[in-house]
Every structure is written in structure tokens, then in C-alpha cells.
């Protein structure tokens, strides 16, 4: 049995080790301080999906404002480890978001996903969700400009 449930301090291990599972480098330490900072945004929601004690996936989902789009709840990180995909914890989390999004008045859910990631598309799009554009994404270290 699967329980969706929203993230504690103490899940810090285990989604550290499902970051890793996506490619992304993330230590305990880093994912401690960032979901402590994130505890505090009242704008922010993270979830984890637990089967039988083990947490197995989670979802992070945040309330977007632009000027040039309609405010919409994105869904900046969605994780489940490959020994369990296909047993429906991707749809609960994503379930869980869209109902999070329902509850504060948005009409939209977003989400990213990486161009190489076409199971991942196929999975989005079973679910109805429409790929909107396709787009490169750019980062500017700070510390190189010091």
C-alpha cells in the first residue's frame, strides 16, 4: 500500500537517494537545508510517496506568478524510483499536486520535463497534461561574475 503524504525533515536521506535516481546530484545536507527553507513558503508543497515504510517517490510543487502567463502551480521536481514505476505513484502525486492547486483557487498545473525524458512525456501525456513548447533552459553562476 502506497501513502501519499507530505514530506517530513526526516525523508531527507531517502530523497536524496531518489535525486540521484533522476540524475540529479544532491547530497542529505543539501536537500535538509533546502526543504527547511522551503517549510517556511507557504507557497510550496512537497509530498512523499511511502510503501511499506519506504519512501519511494516524491512530488514538489510551487505557486507560479508571471506577467505573461495566468498564475498556475508548477511542479518543479516529480520522482519515483524505477523499481516502482508503473504501480500508479506517479498519477498519485501528480494527483496530489493538481488537488493542492484545486484547493487555492488555480486553474492551471505546469511542469518541465527534460527532452530525453520521452517516457516520461508519454506518461504526461496519458494523464492529459499538453506539451505546451519546447524550450532551452540557461543558468548563470553568480560566483563567476566575482
Not at 21 to 44: K, P, V
Not at 47 to 76: K, N, Y
Not at 85 to 110: D, H, K, N
Request: aromatic share 6%.
Amino acid at each position: 500500500m502506497v501513502e501519499i503524504r507530505t514530506m517530513r525533515a526526516t525523508d531527507a536521506v531517502a530523497v536524496a537517494r531518489l535525486c540521484l535516481d533522476l540524475g540529479y546530484e544532491a547530497t542529505e545536507a543539501e536537500i535538509s537545508e533546502r526543504f527547511a527553507r522551503l517549510t517556511t513558503l507557504a507557497d510550496n508543497q512537497v509530498w512523499v510517496a511511502e510503501q511499506d515504510g519506504v519512501a519511494q517517490g516524491w512530488a514538489h510543487c510551487r505557486c507560479a506568478h508571471s506577467l505573461q502567463a495566468s498564475p498556475a502551480v508548477e511542479i518543479v521536481g516529480i520522482v519515483v524510483s524505477p523499481s516502482c514505476q508503473g504501480q500508479g505513484i506517479g498519477r498519485r502525486l501528480l494527483s496530489a499536486c493538481e488537488a493542492w492547486a484545486l484547493q487555492r483557487g488555480y486553474r492551471a498545473v505546469r511542469l518541465r520535463s527534460n527532452i530525453q525524458r520521452v517516457e516520461a512525456h508519454a506518461f504526461y501525456r496519458h494523464l492529459a497534461y499538453r506539451q505546451q513548447k519546447t524550450s532551452h533552459s540557461f543558468v548563470l553562476d553568480l560566483a563567476d561574475r566575482q
